[in-house]
């Protein structure tokens, strides 16, 4: 069977195509093989989006204004850790909040992101995979490289269509003054630079796992590391908290009433608003007071859980009673696969492999859809849809996607057809890097990790996700026949590099 590669095999040839996308007006530049499949699919595309800008106005005409918009990134959960996905009380953390959030909308088991922290993060923020940002690897206290100023991000575009729009939580997208988010489109931020591992080790503190770290200086990490930090659109940040591992147990918290404060101060204003709630938990070194020793499994990780779930029930609560549900989208989703080197403090998925891995366990990860009245409830979509998918489907859902940038590839496809209207994902395939090396191809039901070879044979092996998702039996000779469309699909990807380069990574000027 196949038929979902077949249906992309190359129409032209890679330079040709490659040319004539670079010489298109068109308003986003795509990678190469969506072209493919637009030439399949234009035609009903065009239709589907029609009704979706048939509803998006109707909906406009009710409200008086256009949908608002909540991101919500958590930290390092692994698929299947939800109650709806067989986790949840089964694993000793119930979640009964997210399990309705699912119910009442749509649970994405085909949601995939970029195997840690920084990727996931830069590829929502700007739907590009993280490798064409000059973002590829996990940023640590010190390191200069940043989000580049030049990058476009969802918050800049719906702040230029007059959202108003709040970063909250985790950013992880640079110490430098200008790559921080109140210089990248957002109105007003409340975060911290990382999770809670730096301040974790660099305080001592009984909570802390791996003791003999927890005296470690600053220069362990080759800058001071800052604290709570607030921002205003071109304001500089103000340092207006410390932050060690006492803290940090209440630092979501506090986070996540800034999140409550800002939907109620906007509810009733003329602007719809744009929240990036990127939560803190699961940090998986403290567990808040109240919530310490809740969960039935008897970790960190599961009394944030618990606490995290909370917060969604009320969040989700305010939201209806402020009137305002059916004119928001909410999409929850986590940032990678579990961090097994915490185990068992870490998260945990059936999948083979976790954070930092390009194996399904590592960017396969939990994901929900909610919009009462707009998105139908009781649906499960297996489908395939990526993180970047979120930047141009909120482009969509905000009237916005002539202003999505046509000097570069923007990954992200958008998606509101398939989340609000149920009809089929426009994504058939995925590029998995690992770092700034490609490291797995899928096209459909298959995947090909590359650079995978043993004993003199290839490293191409092939693995049918639908029959094998934990990747344990990589064929490749019953597999020959899909070597030729996979090769097409991976050249027509690097011909798109050749027209569109990757950025350099971007450098801020660190004080000493």
């Known amino acids: 069977?196949?038929?979902?590669?077949?249906?992309?095999r190359l129409g032209c040839t890679v330079?040709?195509?490659?040319?004539?996308?670079?010489?298109?007006?068109?308003?986003?530049?795509?990678?190469?093989?969506?072209?493919?499949?637009?030439?399949?699919?234009?035609a009903t595309w065009v239709e589907e989006d029609k009704a979706i800008d048939t509803k998006l106005a109707e909906l406009e005409a009710r409200f008086g204004k256009k949908p608002n918009i909540i991101y919500i990134l958590t930290d390092d959960i692994g698929y299947g850790e939800l109650g709806v996905q067989g986790g949840g009380a089964a694993r000793g953390m119930p979640t009964p909040n997210l399990d309705q959030l699912a119910y009442?909308?749509?649970?994405?088991?085909?949601?995939?992101?970029?195997?840690?922290?920084?990727p996931?993060?830069?590829?929502?923020?700007?739907?590009?995979?993280p490798v064409r940002t000059g973002?590829?690897?996990?940023?640590?206290?010190?390191?200069?490289?940043?989000?580049?100023?030049?990058?476009?991000?969802?918050?800049?575009?719906?702040?230029?269509?007059?959202?108003?729009?709040?970063?909250?939580?985790?950013?992880?997208?640079?110490?430098?003054?200008e790559t921080l988010p109140h210089h990248q489109g957002f109105d007003e931020a409340f975060f911290g630079l990382y999770n809670a591992a730096p301040w974790a080790w660099n305080t001592p503190t009984e909570r802390v796992m791996w003791n003999n770290y927890t005296d470690a200086p600053d220069f362990f990490f080759r800058a001071p590391l800052r604290g709570k930090l607030e921002g205003k659109k071109g304001e500089d940040s103000v340092e207006v908290g410390p932050l060690n591992a006492e803290s940090y147990t209440k630092f979501e918290e506090e986070t996540f009433e800034r999140v409550m404060g800002f939907v109620e101060q906007n509810a009733e204003g003329d602007k719809p608003f744009f929240i990036y709630y990127a939560s803190h938990l699961m940090s998986q070194f403290t567990s808040h007071p109240d919530w310490e020793g809740k969960s039935p499994m008897g970790t960190h990780n599961g009394d944030q859980m618990m606490e995290h779930d909370a917060y969604i029930g009320r969040l989700t609560d305010k939201l209806e009673e402020l009137g305002i549900a059916e004119n928001t989208l909410v999409v929850w989703m986590s940032d990678n696969g579990p961090m097994y080197d915490l185990f068992p403090e870490s998260s945990y998925t059936a999948l083979r492999g976790g954070k930092g891995d390009v194996l399904e366990g590592g960017v396969r990860v939990p994901a929900v859809a909610w919009w009462p009245g707009v998105i139908e409830e009781l649906?499960?979509?297996?489908?395939m849809i990526h993180?970047?998918?979120?930047?141009?489907?909120?482009?969509?859902?905000?009237?916005?996607?002539?202003?999505?940038?046509?000097?570069?590839?923007?990954?992200?496809i958008d998606q509101s057809s398939f989340l609000l209207n149920a009809t089929p994902s426009r994504r058939e395939y995925m590029f998995h890097y690992s770092g700034a090396s490609l490291g797995a191809v899928r096209v459909g039901q298959f995947k090909r990790h590359i650079g995978s070879g043993h004993g003199g044979l290839p490293g191409k092996a092939f693995?049918?996700?639908?029959?094998?998702?934990?990747?344990?039996?990589?064929?490749?000779?019953?597999m020959l026949w899909a070597w030729v469309p996979f090769d097409d699909i991976q050249r027509m990807h690097e011909a798109m590099i050749e027209t569109f380069p990757h950025r350099e990574p971007y450098y801020s000027e660190m004080d000493e």
Request: aromatic share 8%; hydrophobic share 40%; glycine share 10%.
């Open 1 to 8: 069977m196949k038929p979902k590669i077949d249906s992309i």
């Open 15 to 42: 330079a040709a195509l490659a040319l004539s996308i670079a010489g298109s007006t068109a308003a986003q530049q795509f990678d190469a093989p969506f072209y493919e499949l637009e030439k399949e699919n234009g």
């Open 104 to 118: 009442e909308g749509a649970l994405l088991n085909g949601f995939y992101a970029e195997p840690s922290c920084t």
């Open 120 to 129: 996931t993060r830069v590829a929502l923020m700007t739907g590009r995979h």
């Open 135 to 177: 973002l590829t690897d996990v940023i640590f206290p010190g390191n200069p490289v940043g989000l580049a100023p030049e990058e476009v991000t969802v918050a800049e575009l719906l702040s230029d269509a007059g959202y108003a729009t709040a970063m909250y939580g985790k950013w992880h997208l640079g110490d430098g003054e």
């Open 379 to 383: 649906q499960t979509k297996a489908e």
């Open 387 to 412: 993180v970047t998918d979120m930047y141009t489907t909120a482009a969509r859902v905000a009237g916005v996607m002539d202003a999505i940038p046509s000097d570069r590839i923007v990954d992200g």
């Open 463 to 478: 693995f049918d996700i639908f029959k094998d998702p934990r990747e344990e039996h990589g064929v490749m000779v019953s």
